[in-house]
């Protein structure tokens, strides 16, 4: 199991790479005031996940039941932080899907840079997150070991 988790979370990590490289790209990082996602909660969800990663990495050489259970811990903020960026996201995605009929829509330019963040980038990104924690937290109880 830790091992699934392990490839889940690298596939995470992927998407979350795409949505940065898209993020800072399209001006987020340029232009904070524009954007819906605050730079250190983006960079701190980050930071901390790759952390965790490097922690998961090493639980997996040694199998110290502690760095398990800390790399858990560091995915507790992690998922935090992605929840909270996920609901300032809902509002710019569906201001995007909506038709543009109206005077008050943004301008390309003025528009958040994660308006860009591709909808099957982000749902997989999530439910590759979601699953990773489960596999994390399940693999530091001992499911399914002998």
């Excluded at 528009?111 to 590759?128: C, L, M, S, Y």
């Amino acid at each position: 199991m830790g091992i699934a988790a392990l490839i889940l979370w690298l596939l995470t990590a992927v998407g979350g790479f795409v949505m940065l490289g898209t993020w800072v790209a399209k001006g987020g990082a340029r232009q904070p005031r524009s954007t819906h996602l605050p730079p250190p909660v983006l960079f701190g969800h980050f930071l901390l996940a790759v952390t965790g990663l490097i922690v998961w990495i090493v639980y997996l050489a040694t199998d110290k039941d502690a760095l398990a259970w800390s790399a858990f811990a560091l995915l507790v903020p992690v998922a935090l932080l992605g929840f909270t960026m996920l609901i300032r996201w809902v509002p710019v995605y569906r201001a995007h899907a909506a038709p543009a009929s109206t005077a008050a829509a943004p301008a390309a330019h003025d528009a958040p840079a994660e308006r860009h963040f591709p909808i099957a980038i982000v749902a997989g990104h999530g439910v590759f997150a979601v699953t990773t924690v489960v596999l994390v937290l399940l693999t530091a109880l001992g499911v399914g070991q002998s």
